[in-house]
């Protein structure tokens, strides 16, 4: 069956830095955009960050120039780096797969995310 599965959350220091792992199984990873997504606390859950399958990149305005996704087809894994860390980026993140065709959707079990002093 499918499986995403986040790691590397963590709590971290105002202006620190952590990265976020996606590890797939169970799909074709190269055929899937992947994406991360943020849910704070008693807020709906919000984009983040896209790369598609052929590697384009989109950001929310709140995390340009600060987090960078990426995708090693090869590991069947997605990436979120995250540097400059805030507090309002504390949040559960999620892994999302889409795929590039027949848009069928898969989420991973999400990772904490606590960015405080």
């Known amino acids: 069956q499918v499986q995403l599965v986040e790691s590397g959350g963590g709590l971290v220091q105002p202006g620190g830095s952590l990265r976020l792992s996606c590890a797939a199984s169970g799909i074709v990873f190269s055929n899937y955009a992947m994406a991360w997504y943020l849910q704070a606390p008693g807020k709906q859950r919000e984009l983040v960050a896209t790369?598609?399958?052929?590697?384009?990149?989109n950001y929310a305005d709140s995390v340009k120039g600060r987090f960078t996704i990426s995708r090693d087809n090869a590991k069947n894994t997605a990436y979120l780096q995250m540097n400059s860390l805030k507090p309002e980026d504390t949040a559960v993140y999620y892994c999302?797969?889409?795929?590039?065709?027949?848009?069928?959707?898969?989420w991973g079990q999400g990772t904490q995310v606590t960015v405080s002093s």
């Open positions: 790369i598609t399958n052929g590697g384009t990149v």
């Open positions: 999302n797969a889409e795929h590039y065709r027949f848009k069928n959707r898969y």
